[in-house]
């Protein structure tokens, strides 16, 4: 255990519906990361929060994907009208931001399942 | 996209053997990182190296870093049947926010 959690682990919507992740990050950390993972791949980076402010989107973060950390806090991911293609694991991840990078502690994912 | 090409991409080895794995990456890096994953779960860090270090331990692990060859290599000592999972190298280029770019990862099986 990390630290970070996630909820929920796991979620089956079907296609169209709207579903929304939370992430709670170690409590003490600026910063908090989102990335997604498919099927044998690699995480890839979503977006990321430095305190409550939202500083940068990757470009697979379409329009249907919000991202929200309003006190500093906790976070929360919504997709609206999810694709099949949105299936994969969410992963959330904050760390103690510097300079010269430091170790981001990863929650347990929230598995995803677009019917 | 991935930064990172992770060789092989699928280890099988017997309890005790060691256990190598590399990663390629293509832009410079501030740091790069080994991370563990169990199967579905999320992923564990183990170990970091800066872009001025060489080599790195910390415990059955040694990470090699080669900037002029942009690339890096874990090796597990000792390995055990709970080191099965996938590994993966991720780089921070030192961009704002310290982002984190992955390999496709290493899947080891560890036989009993």
């Known amino acids: 255990d990390t630290g970070v959690s996630q909820n929920p682990r796991h979620k089956i919507t079907k296609r169209g519906q709207n579903v929304t992740f939370r992430c709670d990050p170690i409590s003490e950390h600026n910063r908090l990361y989102w990335y997604r993972q498919t099927l044998g791949q690699g995480p890839e980076f979503l977006t990321y929060f430095q305190n409550e402010a939202q500083l940068e989107k990757s470009r697979l973060l379409s329009d249907r994907f919000s991202a929200e950390r309003p006190k500093g806090s906790f976070s929360t991911l919504e997709i609206q009208r999810t694709e099949q293609g949105d299936s994969a694991m969410y992963l959330c991840?904050?760390?103690?931001?510097?300079?010269?990078?430091?170790?981001?502690?990863f929650g347990p994912g929230t598995r995803l399942l677009v019917l | 996209s991935q930064q990172g090409e992770e060789d092989p991409q699928a280890l099988s080895i017997q309890e005790g053997e060691n256990a190598t794995m590399n990663c390629s990456y293509k832009?410079?890096?501030?740091?790069l990182q080994w991370y563990r994953q169990n199967s579905g779960r999320g992923l564990v860090h183990l170990i970091l190296?800066?872009?001025?270090?060489r080599e790195k331990h910390s415990g059955r692990l040694r990470v090699t870093l080669d900037t002029s060859k942009k690339s890096s290599s874990l090796l597990i000592t000792a390995s055990r049947a709970a080191d099965t999972a996938s590994y993966f190298c991720?780089?921070?280029?030192?961009?704002?926010?310290?982002?984190?770019?992955f390999g496709g990862g290493t899947r080891v099986l560890v036989k009993p």
């Open positions: 991720a780089t921070d280029a030192g961009a704002a926010g310290n982002k984190l770019t």
């Open positions: 991840a904050s760390s103690l931001g510097d300079r010269v990078g430091a170790t981001q502690y």
């Open positions: 832009t410079s890096i501030n740091n």
């Open positions: 190296i800066r872009s001025n270090e």
